[in-house]
């Protein structure tokens, strides 16, 4: 079946736009996960949503900084006003029932 | 606060040799490790996994250790072959079900031909 979908793969942005990066979780999985990566580093973790739990936020770096899964499916991270600081690599997880986690290819943001 | 940490960098074998990568972890408590591998351009995918109640699993081509007295979880892959080439996270999940894993810095490893 499908993977784990991010887009766009790469965004190109101004300093100070607003951008929205998307998530398509494989299907049924109820968990999904946003990760940062920057140049040659580890994962950074952002935020995590399981079923209709609240979200676990506690990795978001600022209040700039959002996500929201609609439905239980489809995930938007926004990062609004961005900063030269915030270009990285953002990838998406999912997950079932067990503990690994499927990861999407991730979104390339560049912010000039 | 919890960490997972990787011994080396970058890690350069010659193919066909046998490459081990290693790490390190702080929480005693974490019940889970996963290593994943990353190729350029690509996002992480998974290679094995262990519970805290094993010391050893394998796969193919690979086996992963466990250390729980000196909380080391080591990656040894057989033969290794040009299309290894990549970067090694090893990745813990602490006790409870908190669904999270913690991820470490990275290995890069060179296969030369």
């Known amino acids: 079946g499908a993977g784990v979908s991010q887009s766009p793969s790469n965004k190109v942005t101004e300093k100070g736009k607003d951008v929205e990066l998307r998530c398509d979780p494989i299907?049924?999985?109820?968990?999904l996960y946003w990760y940062r990566q920057s140049l040659g580093q580890g994962l950074e973790f952002l935020i995590y949503f399981q079923g209709n739990s609240a979200p676990d936020k506690s990795g978001l770096p600022s209040d700039r900084f959002s996500a929201e899964r609609t439905g239980g499916s489809v995930s938007t991270l926004t990062i609004q006003r961005t900063q030269q600081e915030d270009s990285a690599v953002y990838l998406c997880a999912s997950r079932f029932s067990g503990l690994e986690q499927f990861f999407g290819p991730g979104t390339r943001l560049t912010v000039l | 606060g919890e960490s997972v940490g990787l011994h080396l960098p970058t890690l350069s074998v010659q193919e066909g040799d046998n490459s081990i990568i290693n790490c390190a972890y702080s929480n005693s408590a974490s019940d889970y490790f996963i290593w994943y591998k990353q190729e350029s351009g690509k996002g992480p995918q998974f290679i094995i996994d262990?519970?805290?109640?094993?010391d050893k699993r394998q796969g193919q081509r690979v086996t992963v250790l466990l250390n729980k007295t000196v909380k080391h979880l080591s990656l040894q892959i057989a033969a290794t072959q040009p299309g290894d080439s990549a970067v090694y996270f090893c990745?813990?999940?602490?006790?409870?079900?908190?669904?999270?894993?913690?991820f470490g810095q990275g290995t890069t490893l060179q296969v030369k031909p």
């Open positions: 262990i519970r805290s109640n094993m």
């Open positions: 299907s049924g999985h109820t968990a």
């Open positions: 990745a813990e999940h602490g006790s409870g079900n908190t669904g999270k894993l913690i």
